[in-house]
């Protein structure tokens, strides 16, 4: 689990590369879960929560530089 205080201090560009990992690991557990395969369900709330996580710094990122 990685904490909002440590996205802050990435770029843009390793917020983008780390969301697109998520998203990707999220897609293989979903599957796997469909597959019964999904060794631990709580594995599937912490991707969720690290994507949502990252997206929001990454939008707080984005705001902040509209406004300046």
Partial sequence: MTSARDLR???DEDLKT???DLN???FRLRIQKAMGHLDTPLKLREIRRDLARVKTVLRQKITAAGRS
């Fill in 9 to 11: 201090e990435l770029n």
């Fill in 24 to 26: 990707d690991q999220l």
């Fill in 18 to 20: 780390r969301e697109r």
